[in-house]
Every structure is written in structure tokens, then in C-alpha cells.
């Protein structure tokens, strides 16, 4: 069986500032899929990023960015100038492949201050 | 941009009813998935539906549940005598392929009192 942590209950940054969320997995698969998602007041769920396990290259969409360190078995996410509305929680997942049964950790509350 | 669907946004319901969670997934969507997230931890999988049954399914997913897919369009998980411990937020997750990521619903916040 597969588990995620997330070892921050809560963040806060300052607008515009960069901030890390971090996140560890066990797992004893050697290919899979690890995930960030948004969950916003709103509720939805939003994917943010994801990286594929057997790609050595860490992710990036635009202001966010993960480092993968697989050996560590580490995915933290990096959120550069941060804006008011990244203010959410951020979930990390995993998933043997790249979705059918992902694997939640507890999230992280980040806040963005003005 | 298309969205998964989910109603109703608030359902409650009394202890040992039945209750039935709707969601439209992406039309062109395939796979189809239940998630939970009691309040204040972890969401949770609850089951996969691909060509009109179920894949996969985790412990949670007991007798007491069912998912259905009726009329090609809605993707439905049905509870059928609720508990107290059942109050959770409900997600329902589709996708178009096997390796492409979840497209999430809102989600339902079911209360069972």
C-alpha cells in the first residue's frame, strides 16, 4: 500500500513571494504518478501539476514547479510569486497509474497575504 | 472549458435513508471515479467504473454502496441506508484516458444526521 504525507497542516506567504510545499510518499512501485491538486474555497479540485516517475525533468506550469527527488521519495511543490488567489489547500496524490486509485495526503493550508 | 458536474452542492439526509449523489462527467470522458474527504481529512477513493463496471474499489466501498450509470450521460453513487459516518464531501472524477489526469466535480457535502 501506497501513503503520502504532508508534513505542513498550514503555510502562509506573502503576496508575491515564493513559498514550498512539501510531501513524501512510500511506495515500493518503481513507475507512477505523483499529483498536486487545489482544492479552493469553492471546493473544486484542481490539478495543478503532475510528474511522471520515470521522468527525470521536474514539472513546470507557469509559476508552479515541483522538485522530484525520487530516491528520497520527496515531490514538493514550489509556488513563485505568489498571488491572493493561490490562497487554498494543496493536496498531494499518487497514483500507480495515472489516476485510477490515486492516494491523497492530508493537505496543506496555504494563506497569501497582502 | 467542460466540467464535471456534480448535484446536488448540499444534500442532508437522516440516519438510515437512502440517498443518491448525481454527476455528469465530461461527455467524451470513459473512466469514471467516486472520491470522499470526510471534513478535515484525507479524501479518500471509493471506486472506478470503466465500460459499465466497476474496476476497482477500496474497503469503504461496502454493500451499502452502489454506483450506476443509467442513461449514458449521469454517473450516480447511491447509498442505501446512510450512517452518521458517512457526512463527507462526495467527488465525483472522470477522465478521457487511462494515463490522463482526474477531471474533479465541485463535490456534494452530504450531512447525515
Known amino acids: 500500500a501506497q501513503t503520502v504525507t504532508q508534513s505542513q497542516p498550514e503555510m502562509s506567504v506573502q503576496e508575491a513571494e515564493t513559498v514550498t510545499l512539501s510531501c513524501t510518499y512510500d511506495t515500493s512501485e518503481s513507475n507512477y504518478y505523483l499529483f498536486w491538486y487545489k482544492q479552493p474555497p469553492s471546493r473544486q479540485m484542481i490539478l495543478v501539476i503532475r510528474q511522471e516517475a520515470y521522468k527525470q525533468q521536474n514539472a513546470t506550469e507557469n509559476r508552479f514547479s515541483v522538485n522530484f527527488q525520487k530516491a528520497a521519495k520527496s515531490f514538493s511543490l514550489k509556488i513563485s510569486d505568489s498571488q491572493l488567489g493561490d490562497t487554498a489547500m494543496y493536496f498531494c496524490a499518487f497514483g500507480v497509474d495515472a489516476g485510477n486509485m490515486l492516494t491523497f495526503g492530508g493537505g496543506t493550508r496555504l494563506m497569501v497575504k497582502p | 472549458e467542460p466540467e464535471v458536474t456534480q448535484t446536488p452542492s448540499h444534500q442532508v439526509t437522516q440516519m438510515g435513508q437512502e440517498v443518491i449523489l448525481r454527476c455528469v462527467p465530461i461527455?467524451?470522458?470513459?473512466?469514471f471515479y467516486w472520491y470522499r474527504q470526510i471534513l478535515g481529512q484525507k479524501v479518500e477513493f471509493l471506486v472506478s467504473f470503466y465500460n459499465n463496471e466497476i474496476s476497482e474499489k477500496s474497503e469503504i466501498f461496502d454493500d451499502q454502496f452502489s454506483v450506476e450509470r443509467p442513461d449514458g450521460s449521469n454517473f450516480t453513487l447511491k447509498i442505501r441506508s446512510t450512517k452518521l459516518e458517512d457526512s463527507a464531501m462526495y467527488f465525483c472524477a472522470s477522465r478521457n484516458q487511462r494515463n490522463s489526469p482526474l477531471h474533479f466535480g465541485n463535490g456534494t457535502r452530504l450531512t447525515v444526521t
Open positions: 461527455s467524451n470522458h470513459l473512466y
